[in-house]
């Protein structure tokens, strides 16, 4: 056994599936992660036997993939967790798979499928379920997908340790946020459990734990999560002022802008920006979750080397830290956030974006659901917060593309329809996490832009999943919040003065955090001093206006 894999890969393409066809053999497709520490030893373990090797690649084609890298792969064939080993017909049908497997486990499993595979060909391959019939389960949109959730809020929470589920614990971010607004106390119980067992004291967060108590945590820190995670305890700071929360926000804010930040040669650094100079670059994917390294004291890490970090950029994933430190910007004022976040959706922008369609990473595919969704989101958050009309141009752009390309028949495919796909590829998936967010950001744009078409279009994608509600449980909690902004529409504060304003900064620490703020609006109906600045406040249906910051603090309450 070696340290390495022995196996020659091919990448995800047309020669892999090529060979398959020419030579009537399955596809073994290894979907491993940059982050995940038991890839890398089923890696060097398993594939790093001469012998499991040499099986391998003599009776299938080996394909490795970096799930991080091909979405669209990962959702069609990944187990239920990394890594994942698949074997496909040569149209890319899945015969069978499984996640980690030790070297014994990986022989085994080897000698079995080729075994199968001699018998039986290509008939033992199948379509899964999930993409046999993919039309989501339509129904009316209306106040009821928000009682349900509220109700499941409650029925699934872990009364002993906090948090939803009695297994595994996740941090699930959005049902957090949801539940700020609706069961507050368990919404924070569950943010005190995440600070307390799944915070680094190096900043960032760890994955999730794998026993009910949050013990034994998964140690990798991926973008997405922890950026999801700093908004969840931004905005808990933003509703109770309890430092505390800002404290584990702050340390995220860290995290983000020194271990997870890449320069524009995408080389780590460690955060030498100073207040003088801006920041270049872009957040990086991950930081993969070596257990010898985070299992140290705090103190005794200088002396071992800082786990790997993947510098790719990712647009959904850089959209998302974007958004999250904006908002905490927002609360804050805190300029450092302001600044990285502001850096790296220009380089979203000018990298990664062009006429409305944005690329995973550089080089990599487009036009994936959550590439247009999270920058979507990311932009209208930043025409709030920053106030740039830009953000709002950019926000209609993408959020324009989006639609005429992805969404058919009203609901949002992950990727565009394409007789050339490779594999199951060609199958549509219609995910539900993604859509809530697409819709999320159509929400704001329809606000900042006064054009209705957007909510409609929010509407119509929720729809799309309406007549599932009754079996939703708390992992979906996004899709109630999606679902009670859409029908109730959210509180909207309008302000005539520009970003930055004490009136601005005042309306964006409104304790709701589903509001829509517009800065620098131009509103009917000035009051009795036309020259001075004022907000409209709009909730219910009815309006108020104010003109200073303690004004709108306290007329808000009186319209909720």
């Not at 809020?153 to 941090?171: I, V, Y």
């Not at 760890?206 to 999801?228: C, G, Q, V």
């Not at 920006?273 to 705090?298: C, K, L, M, N």
């Not at 974007?322 to 502001?342: E, F, G, K, S």
Request: proline residues 6%.
């Amino acid at each position: 056994m070696t340290n390495e894999s022995l196996v020659d890969w091919y990448e995800w393409g047309p020669e892999a599936f090529a060979s398959a066809r020419d030579r009537d053999a399955p596809l073994a497709v290894f979907l491993t992660a940059p982050w995940c520490t038991w890839c890398d030893r089923m890696e060097r373990e398993g594939f790093g036997s001469p012998m499991i090797a040499a099986n391998v690649s003599e009776a299938f084609v080996p394909v490795r993939v970096d799930a991080d890298r091909e979405p669209a792969v990962r959702e069609r064939y990944q187990m239920g967790g990394f890594p994942s080993l698949v074997f496909l017909t040569p149209d890319g049908r899945l015969v069978t798979g499984a996640t980690y497997l030790d070297p014994e486990g990986l022989r085994s499993v080897v000698e079995r499928v080729r075994e199968v595979w001699t018998e039986r060909g290509a008939e033992t391959g199948r379509v899964p379920r999930a993409l046999q019939d993919p039309d989501p389960p339509r129904g009316a949109l209306d106040d009821r997908v928000e009682a349900h959730m509220a109700g499941q809020l409650e029925d699934s929470f872990d009364e002993q340790f906090a948090g939803w589920g009695t297994d595994a614990k996740f941090p699930l971010p959005r049902t957090v946020e949801f539940a700020l607004k609706r069961d507050r106390q368990r919404a924070l119980r569950t943010l005190d459990a995440v600070a307390g067992n799944l915070a680094d004291p190096d900043g960032g967060f760890y994955r999730y734990a794998t026993t009910r108590d949050w013990s034994d945590p998964h140690y990798e820190r991926l973008l997405d999560e922890n950026a999801a995670l700093l908004r969840a305890f931004a905005n808990a700071y933003l509703h109770t002022g309890d430092e505390q929360y800002r404290d584990v926000a702050e340390n995220a804010v860290g995290y983000l802008t020194t271990t997870l930040w890449t320069d524009s040669d995408e080389e780590t650094t460690d955060g030498g920006v100073t207040a003088e100079t801006e920041p270049t670059g872009a957040f990086a994917g991950s930081q993969s979750g070596e257990d010898d390294y985070f299992e140290r004291p705090v103190d005794d890490r200088g002396d071992a080397d800082a786990p790997h970090v993947d510098a790719t950029a990712f647009a959904d994933r850089n959209a998302l830290a974007v958004d999250a430190l904006l908002w905490y910007h927002a609360y804050t004022d805190d300029d450092t956030a302001r600044r990285y976040a502001a850096t790296a959706l220009d380089t979203v922008l000018d990298t990664l974006e062009s006429d409305g369609v944005v690329a995973h990473h550089d080089g990599g595919p487009t036009f994936l659901i959550g590439d247009q969704a999270r920058p979507c989101g990311a932009l209208t958050t930043a025409a709030q917060v920053l106030g740039d009309e830009r953000y709002v141009d950019a926000a209609r752009r993408v959020a324009d593309r989006t639609v005429e390309t992805l969404f058919v028949d009203g609901s949002l495919l992950d990727s565009p329809p394409a007789d050339d796909a490779l594999g199951l590829l060609d199958r549509p998936l219609r995910p539900i996490d993604t859509t809530v967010e697409f819709a999320d950001a159509l929400v704001d744009l329809a606000v900042l832009t006064g054009e209705e078409r957007y909510r409609e279009t929010a509407r119509e994608s929720l729809e799309a999943f309406a007549g599932a509600r009754d079996r939703m449980g708390v992992d979906v909690a996004g899709y109630a919040t999606a679902a009670a902004r859409v029908v109730d529409r959210p509180l909207t504060i309008e302000v005539t003065s520009d970003a930055g304003s004490d009136l601005h900064r005042a309306a964006l620490r409104v304790a709701d955090h589903e509001k829509v703020v517009v800065p620098g609006a131009t509103v009917d109906g000035d009051p009795e001093d036309g020259d001075a600045p004022f907000a409209r406040i709009t909730a219910n249906g009815t309006h108020a206006t104010a003109t200073t910051p303690a004004e709108l603090q306290r007329r808000v309450p009186e319209l909720n």
